[in-house]
C-alpha cells in the first residue's frame, strides 16, 4: 500500500492567513491526489482532485500543487468556514489511501 | 447528485446489519461507489468500492471477508453488510461515489454502534 502523510497535524492560524498543507506519497503517484475538507459531524467534502484541479462550486482561495511524491493544499486567504480537519487521498491504485490528516485551528 | 444514507443502529456484538446508501440525480451504473469508515476522533480508511452494473467489488485487505459490498441497480442503492459485528466496528460509515477515481461526493454518514 501506499503511504500518506500529512504535515503538519495541526495547525494554528487566524483570518486572513494563507496557509499551506503538505502531503507526501511513499511513492510517486503521478498527480493522483485529492484533498478533502472535513467538518465536525459532516462528511468529508471534495476540494482539489488530480493535484490541482478545483472540483465545482470550491472557492478560488483554494489551490493545490505538486508532483511525484509531494503535495500542497494551499489556502491565500482564511476564512472562519475553513476551520477543519483536511485529508490527502491518492487513489494512484485502486487501493485508495488517505492521510492521517492536518486539523487547522482558529489561533 | 444526492446520496442517502440509512439512519443510527445501535446494534449486540455478534449481530447482522445492512446499511444503504440510495443514489439520485444522475445514472447509478455510470460510477462506482466507495464506502468509508471512520473510526471515533479518527481519519478516513477506505473499505472498497463497487461497480454498480455488476457489484463488481474491490475490498481493502483491511475488510476483505468482514464485509460485504453490494449493489442493486433497480433501486440505485449501494449496501454495506455484517454477519457479525463486533465493539470494534463501532465507528462512522460514509458512501461516496467515484468520479475520475476521487470521490466528488459523499453521503451524509450512517452512525454504527455496537455494545453489549
Known amino acids: 500500500d501506499i503511504r500518506m502523510t500529512q504535515s503538519p497535524s495541526s495547525l494554528s492560524a487566524s483570518v486572513g492567513d494563507r496557509v499551506t498543507l503538505t502531503c507526501r506519497a511513499s511513492?510517486?503517484?503521478?498527480?493522483?491526489l485529492a484533498w478533502y475538507q472535513q467538518k465536525p459531524g459532516k462528511a468529508p467534502k471534495c476540494l482539489i482532485y488530480a493535484a490541482s484541479r478545483l472540483e465545482s462550486g470550491v472557492p478560488s482561495r483554494f489551490s493545490g500543487s505538486g508532483s511525484g511524491t509531494d503535495y500542497t493544499l494551499t489556502i491565500s486567504r482564511l476564512q472562519p468556514e475553513d476551520f477543519a480537519t483536511y485529508y490527502c487521498?491518492?487513489?494512484?491504485?485502486?487501493?485508495?489511501?488517505f492521510g492521517q490528516g492536518t486539523k487547522l485551528e482558529i489561533k | 447528485v444526492h446520496l442517502m444514507q440509512s439512519g443510527t443502529e445501535l446494534k449486540k456484538p455478534g449481530e447482522s446489519l445492512r446499511i444503504s446508501c440510495k443514489a439520485s440525480?444522475?445514472?447509478?451504473?455510470?460510477?462506482?461507489i466507495t464506502w468509508v469508515r471512520q473510526l471515533p476522533g479518527k481519519g478516513l480508511e477506505w473499505m472498497g468500492t463497487?461497480?454498480?452494473?455488476?457489484?463488481?467489488?474491490m475490498y481493502s485487505p483491511s475488510f476483505q471477508g468482514h464485509v460485504t459490498i453490494s449493489t442493486d441497480k433497480t433501486i440505485n442503492t449501494a449496501f454495506l453488510e455484517w454477519d457479525s459485528l463486533q465493539a470494534s466496528d463501532t465507528a462512522m460509515y460514509f458512501c461516496?461515489?467515484?468520479?475520475?477515481?476521487?470521490?466528488?461526493?459523499w453521503g451524509q454518514g450512517t452512525l454504527i454502534v455496537v455494545s453489549s
Open positions: 461516496a461515489r467515484r468520479s475520475d477515481r476521487h470521490l466528488d461526493s
Open positions: 511513492q510517486d503517484i503521478s498527480n493522483s
Open positions: 463497487s461497480d454498480p452494473t455488476d457489484s463488481y467489488t
Open positions: 487521498q491518492q487513489y494512484y491504485y485502486n487501493a485508495v489511501t
Open positions: 440525480g444522475y445514472s447509478f451504473t455510470s460510477f462506482w
